[in-house]
């Protein structure tokens, strides 16, 4: 679906963002070290809110623009302000592959692409699905 690459030769490959009845959205995709070496994930990706701060390494600052309708979407926590996306990563080695995820408020309907953005990594437009 799309590809956004970061530093180090790390390299977000998301493969599907799924609209769910519930008003979210759930983009998924694989998390790969595509370098010669172990990477140690760069804390920049949990983004510097406080609020996720305080919950460790994760996508949590992730966000998702509706340029059409000039809105940003913030990945979405929980009572606890723990992000609701993949957390406690640490280090990723030479080509392994990691599963990953991020929720966020779904756009209005008729909004089908949106823009994906994470820290240390360059932005892609992907299709939401449902």
């Known amino acids: 679906m799309a590809e956004l690459k970061g530093q180090d030769g790390l ?3 998301i493969t ?4 769910d009845s519930g ?4 983009v998924n995709g694989n998390l790969k070290n595509e370098g010669a070496q172990s990477v140690v994930i760069p ?13 460790g390494t994760s996508l949590g600052g992730a966000t998702l623009v509706d ?9 979405l926590r ?3 302000g723990r992000p609701l996306t993949t957390t406690g990563l640490t280090t990723i080695q ?7 995820f991020m929720q966020f408020p779904s756009p209005p309907t008729n909004t089908t ?3 994906l953005q994470l820290p240390t990594f360059s932005s892609a437009g992907i299709q939401i699905s449902g």
């Open 67 to 75: 340029a059409k309708g000039k809105k940003r979407y913030y990945v």
């Open 94 to 100: 030479p080509g392994q592959t990691i599963p990953v």
């Open 113 to 115: 692409e949106v823009i």
């Open 11 to 13: 390299l977000l490959q």
């Open 23 to 26: 008003g979210f959205i759930t």
């Open 16 to 19: 599907a963002a799924q609209r």
């Open 78 to 80: 929980d009572t606890d």
């Open 43 to 55: 804390s920049a990706l949990r983004g510097d809110e406080t609020e996720i701060v305080q919950h």
